[in-house]
């Protein structure tokens, strides 16, 4: 059985720093690229940040040079560091790995 389960979300003030994991279950991990994506509410999902087996990792013009996508293959976690956070990174984020999904974890910046 796969699980994708994210965590480390929180208010944070806008400026802040949160770190998103998630850590996999029931996969080949270390074979996979793993996303992390967010949502508003009302909104489409969108892709923040991938990262490939290899290490290599792309992101979204809206986070480029705030955010950081790494990955531990001895822990089976991919993380998200998240530094300057604006207002309008809040959302919901949520890790996947092929086709499967975590259930995400709310972040919230707001002074």
């Known amino acids: 059985q796969v699980q994708l389960v994210e965590s480390g979300g929180g208010l944070a003030q806008p400026g802040g720093s949160l770190r998103l994991s998630c850590a996999a279950s029931?996969?080949?991990?270390?074979?996979?690229?793993m996303y992390w994506y967010r949502q508003v509410p009302g909104n489409q999902r969108e892709l923040v940040a991938s990262?490939?087996?290899?290490?290599?990792?792309n992101y979204a013009d809206s986070i480029k040079g705030r955010f950081t996508i790494s990955r531990d293959n001895a822990k089976n976690t991919v993380y998200l560091e998240m530094n300057a956070l604006k207002p309008e990174d809040t959302a919901i984020y949520y890790c996947?790995?092929?086709?499967?999904w975590g259930q995400g974890t709310q972040v919230t910046v707001s002074s």
């Open positions: 990262i490939t087996s290899a290490g290599i990792a």
């Open positions: 029931g996969i080949r991990f270390s074979m996979n690229a």
């Open positions: 996947r790995a092929g086709l499967f």
